[in-house]
């Protein structure tokens, strides 16, 4: 068992393929809990949770998991739950800390990755007037399942350490 508990809200991709991709891999990787994000910019606002509950199910069977991540419903961004000590969004825009070195690997995290053409700059004032920390995740401009699992990825090598 890690020493810290993963959550990742994430904007569901326009392409459900791609999100249900991003599912199986944070599995594998070994994430808590996901919660699909609805966003200003979020083109996706209908989710079969069944059919993304056997995504996880597989991935977890796949990988030999104990255990299935918590997978919340579609969830307004104004309503994410924020009761982790450590809280993160990812952001291409604007100052922001590199994750890797804000990153406490033995508090618990909560990261949200907003939709494709990223947060609103209003969104964005949102999460950090609620705690939230702007963080990148490197150079390059990532697609959401991308820029969630290099988060996922990037705190679990950490916990490692």
């Not at 083109?43 to 796949?62: C, F, P, S």
């Not at 939709?115 to 949102?126: I, N």
């Amino acid at each position: 068992e890690r020493a810290a508990r993963i959550h990742l809200a994430v904007a569901p991709t326009k392409q459900m393929e791609r999100f249900e991709w991003f599912l199986e891999k944070a599995t594998e990787l070994g994430v808590d809990r996901i919660t699909p994000l609805q966003t200003e910019r979020t083109e996706r606002t209908k989710l079969r949770h069944d059919r993304l509950e056997r995504v996880l199910i597989g991935a977890m069977k796949q990988s030999r998991r104990r255990w299935l991540p918590q997978l919340d419903g579609l969830t307004r961004l104004s309503e994410l739950e924020s009761g982790a000590p450590q809280k993160f969004f990812g952001w291409c825009e604007g100052q922001r800390m590199e994750l890797a070195r804000t990153y406490n690997p033995v508090k618990d995290a909560l990261i949200a990755i907003g939709p494709e053409g990223d947060f609103t700059p209003e969104e964005a004032e949102m999460l950090t007037a609620n705690g939230f920390r702007a963080v990148s995740l490197g150079t390059s401009r990532l697609r959401t399942e991308t820029a969630a699992l290099a988060a996922c990825a990037g705190m679990n090598f950490a916990q490692l350490r």
